[in-house]
């Protein structure tokens, strides 16, 4: 896994940071100084915490588990969708819904729903039924898919959440936090660190510093899911090699 690199991460803009009257005074030890009024993050150790949560998300992902991201500010839902979606993990980028993560038994019940729709026009039960029950399941389901199209694969509650924007996200923070799953966050000067296991000081308002941040956290994670194959693709072939021995053993006999 590449390390992060301070001058990337300065020409990300992941440096600045809110209005000094706007910040939370936890998160005094992550800034630099202060310029015009705004206060700057401290790159270094930025690229620190960076590195020390995409080792940590690379492991989670070598096990076999789920990272949820969670982006719902229009700068960042793009950019999450893109790198969430090329390591094939589930993601939210519109509204939250509430009880994702505590009553999460609900929600899947939301996604059969989905899916009991999907099955319909397959089989052939859509075609049978009127045109207003047609469009009303119609809707039905773009209001599924919005709200959890990004998630219909996922069948337990993941094992860590990504969030970009704390604040913004405090309902999701709390459901995590309730549930003891460690969060792994994007925090910039008016975030309280405290509240998250994996705190990335960076700017979570500009899309390219959420892309940068990004890219190093996927790029992590893709290395754990090809840990994870290699060994599967291993475990495959060993009964097979003890095969040929045991064979060759009793040839020799």
Do not use: C
Not at 34 to 52: P, S
């Amino acid at each position: 896994m590449a390390k992060a690199n301070v001058k990337e991460l300065l020409e990300a803009g992941v440096h600045f940071g809110h209005l000094t009257r706007k910040w939370n005074p936890n998160m005094a030890s992550y800034i630099f100084m202060e310029k015009n009024g705004i206060h700057i993050i401290d790159l270094h150790k930025t690229a620190v915490k960076l590195e020390e949560a995409s080792t940590a998300l690379g492991k989670i992902a070598a096990s076999g588990r789920k990272i949820l991201f969670v982006a719902t500010k229009k700068q960042a839902k793009e950019v999450v969708a893109k790198h969430a979606e090329s390591i094939n993990m589930p993601y939210i980028t519109e509204r939250w819904p509430g009880g994702m993560l505590t009553n999460f038994v609900t929600i899947r019940k939301a996604i059969k729903k989905m899916n009991s729709i999907d099955r319909m026009k397959k089989d052939g039960t859509f075609e049978t039924l009127s045109k207003k029950e047609r469009l009303q399941v119609d809707r039905q389901r773009l209001k599924l898919e919005r709200d959890l199209g990004s998630i219909a694969d996922m069948t337990r509650i993941p094992s860590a959440i990504f969030i970009v924007d704390t604040v913004r996200e405090h309902i999701a923070v709390a459901e995590a936090q309730k549930l003891g799953i460690p969060i792994f966050a994007m925090v910039d000067t008016n975030t309280d660190p405290r509240e998250v296991e994996f705190p990335i000081p960076a700017n979570d308002d500009a899309s390219k510093s959420i892309d940068i941040i990004l890219e190093h956290v996927t790029g992590a994670i893709k290395e754990g899911l090809s840990t994870r194959k290699a060994e599967k693709d291993k475990a495959k072939e060993e009964p097979k090699a003890e095969v040929v021995e045991e064979n060759t053993t009793e040839d020799a006999e």
